[in-house]
């Protein structure tokens, strides 16, 4: 038997595959009078009032004139949002506790612009736009990532008021978007290569390895690696630095989650790996990753830290 579906369903939808266009027709734009417009009725009728009381023909004229500009502006206000497409965008990812950002496309194919638009994601962080005559905008909307793993955009309300304040005009929308967000990255000392308490190892090929210039000094470096005449220079105001070298030896890593302290929640577990990718990719070196499920051989390179990072976002919690 078919089940009906529900008002919320048919009224809030998105008629597309979830990421193609949609266009704001007349069912899916609610209108009411706004705080303002409230007042404003309210005025009018005392004025009404008085000018039936006093019998002032002007004062009726004035009422008139003023109900019926209201329902001029009511109907520029629905107009401002009619026919508006929306076409949802790729979202980039983003670290735990950062803002994520949905990004929404806004065309108009009228020639009267579309102004003082207001778009926000559970009632946080609302952000404004316009759309000029015939144009396009691009309008990102906020969204607090608290946790790793993948972040559904809910619901999206878009709201007007233009053009005399009287009414607010607004429509739902729902695009299936979602946004990866990655551990937080804890600060921890980068492990040494060729160390075999960290699974990591040197590896050589051939040639004379060149001065490439210098770093700060982590913890985990040894004193003998340390550039003492660069360093004095500084007299002590800067933290000691280490020479680094191109051309010779190459070092690879590989982070493995049994190297992080079992008695730490996952969570903090995962941070600090994802602390430890993210200094060998600044550090230029080749590195690997050793989940219970995944193993990523030792590469380098942004898309290499992308496909780490996202196996550290997705680890089964």
């Known amino acids: 038997m078919k089940i009906a579906p529900s008002l919320k369903q ?36 005392i004025m009404l009032l008085g000018a039936i009381n006093y019998n002032l023909a002007l004062g009726h004229a004035l009422v008139f004139l003023l109900a019926g500009l209201s329902i001029v502006g009511m109907i520029h206000t629905f107009r401002n949002l009619f026919g508006l497409t929306i076409t949802p965008g790729r979202c980039e990812p983003v670290f735990a506790g950062e803002i994520a950002f949905f990004p929404l496309s806004l065309d108009n194919d009228r020639t009267a612009p579309r102004l003082a638009l207001e778009l926000a994601a559970d009632s946080a962080f609302p952000v404004g736009a316009a759309v000029d005559s015939l144009g396009k905008a691009r309008v990102r909307v906020p969204l607090p990532a608290p946790r790793r793993g993948w972040l559904a955009l809910p619901r999206v309300r878009l709201t007007t008021r233009y053009p005399l304040g009287l009414f607010t005009a607004w429509s739902y929308l729902q695009p ?4 990866l967000v990655y551990p937080k990255p804890i600060d921890a000392p980068l492990p040494l290569a060729g160390s075999s308490d960290w699974g990591g190892d040197r590896h050589g090929d051939g040639g004379q390895e060149d001065f490439s210039g210098f770093r700060e000094r982590q913890p985990a470096d040894s004193p003998r690696h340390v550039a003492w005449k660069a360093s004095a220079r500084h007299a002590g105001e800067a933290p000691l630095l280490i020479k680094t070298f191109a051309g010779g030896t190459q070092s690879k890593l590989v982070f493995e989650w049994q190297h992080t302290a079992p008695e730490l929640s996952d969570e903090v577990r995962l941070g600090i790996l994802t602390g430890w990718i993210l200094a060998a990719e600044a550090a230029g070196n080749a590195y690997g990753l050793r989940l219970p499920h995944l193993s990523l051989p030792a590469e380098r390179g942004s898309r290499h830290c992308q496909r780490c990072l996202e196996a550290l976002a997705l680890f089964p919690s």
């Open 176 to 179: 299936e978007m979602q946004c």
């Open 10 to 45: 048919l009224l809030f939808r998105w008629k597309s595959d979830g990421t193609g266009p949609l266009r704001l027709g007349q069912r899916r734009i609610f209108i009411v009078p706004s705080r303002g417009g409230l007042l404003f009725a309210l005025a009018l009728v």
